[in-house]
């Protein structure tokens, strides 16, 4: 079965999912959606892609041959297409954040809830070496009980970026922590298991910033398991990126790529695992490739991808929180303890 996938969107990461997309034999591009077909044409051509351009997404939904749909489009207007493409069987590959208020997450919620299309989401990290590593280790029990997780995303997303100009703003880019720091977040939940309870602060960096929001985060969280999390998230920021990755486990610790666990009781200092880090903002590193496969998996199998839009919700009901204990000042309540 060859799956056909179309577009939506041109952007940076746009091309990263038509490479993944191109180089596997059991898929292909048959659609991208973009208003210029002279801007696209030319990338096609570079990459040896023959693709139909639609110049709308209603005109392209209503593809018969479509049969599954990556989101690249801006977040303000995900949640309507995810809805539609869901209303017509589409498989759905959602680029993060998935929406930019709670109201557009319902609205997918439902969507996909009556219509059980494949989804997975781009918290593209679950799909990294270092935390498919890290992962493998928790299950194995080599920490016990996380009781304590701190996550870092700190990335100079300035105007060197192109996505700088409307990332920036209040409208599109919403915040800290939906603009990018809620790959932390997600993290957080992926290793450490669901968050019930947030507190969460912010600030500006400079005086001169353009950015439409403050660029800096920190919230703490109380987690399901009785433990406690943090995460910090700065867009704009004097440092080379950095997503640092802390656990601590009743039973071992974990320190990016540095592990310290019962499982080695010979150990005296923590021992370093040769793997690649999610140590970089460029999407090129990311691997799109990866997080591909696992949802062409779940389309041929009837399975359920590792990062599937009822998880994905989790992560993003987690992020709307911090937001909202940063405008209140007060702790927010998730879901019931």
């Known amino acids: 079965m060859t799956v056909k996938f179309a577009i939506v969107g041109t952007g940076w990461v746009a091309g990263e999912y038509l490479k993944a997309i191109h180089a596997r034999e059991d898929a292909e591009v048959h659609a991208i959606v973009s208003k210029d077909a002279n801007r696209v044409q030319p990338r096609l ?28 489009s801006t977040p303000d207007i995900r949640p309507q297409q995810a809805a539609i493409a869901a209303q017509h069987g589409k498989h759905l590959i959602i680029e993060k954040p998935m929406a930019m208020d709670r109201e557009g997450l319902e609205i997918m919620a439902s969507a996909i809830s009556k219509n ?23 299950n194995d ?6 009781y304590m997780a701190q996550v870092d995303y700190w990335h100079h ?26 790959h932390a977040v997600d993290a957080v939940r992926y290793f450490a298991g669901d968050i019930t309870e947030v507190t969460a602060y912010s600030c500006r960096t400079w005086a001169d910033s353009d950015y439409e929001f403050d660029p800096n985060a920190i919230a703490i969280f109380k987690l399901k398991n009785g433990g406690l999390g943090k995460v910090s998230s700065s867009v704009e920021c004097k440092t080379p990126y950095k997503f640092n990755v802390n656990l601590l486990g009743e039973k071992g610790a974990i320190m990016d790529n540095k592990v310290y666990s019962h499982k080695l009781p010979g150990q005296t200092d923590y021992t370093a695992i040769p793997t690649i880090l999610p140590d970089s903002g460029d999407v090129s590193h990311h691997p799109f490739a990866q997080e591909l496969a696992d949802f062409m998996q779940a389309v041929q199998n009837n399975s359920t991808t590792r990062c599937d839009f009822f998880d994905a919700y989790k992560s993003m009901e987690v992020s709307f929180a911090i937001d909202e204990s940063i405008a209140s000042g007060q702790k927010v309540k998730i879901g019931s303890e």
């Open 45 to 72: 051509a570079g990459l040896g892609i023959e693709a139909r351009i639609y110049p709308t997404f209603d005109e392209m939904i209503k593809d018969p041959q479509v049969d599954a749909v990556v989101l690249c």
């Open 116 to 138: 059980p299309v494949k989804t997975v989401v781009s918290f593209v990290l679950r799909w990294n070496p270092m935390f498919e590593t890290t992962k493998a280790l928790i």
């Open 141 to 146: 029990d080599a920490l016990g009980r996380v």
């Open 157 to 182: 997303i300035g105007p060197h970026y192109v996505q700088y100009k409307w990332s920036k703003t209040k409208a599109l880019g919403g915040s800290s922590i939906l603009s990018a720091g809620c």
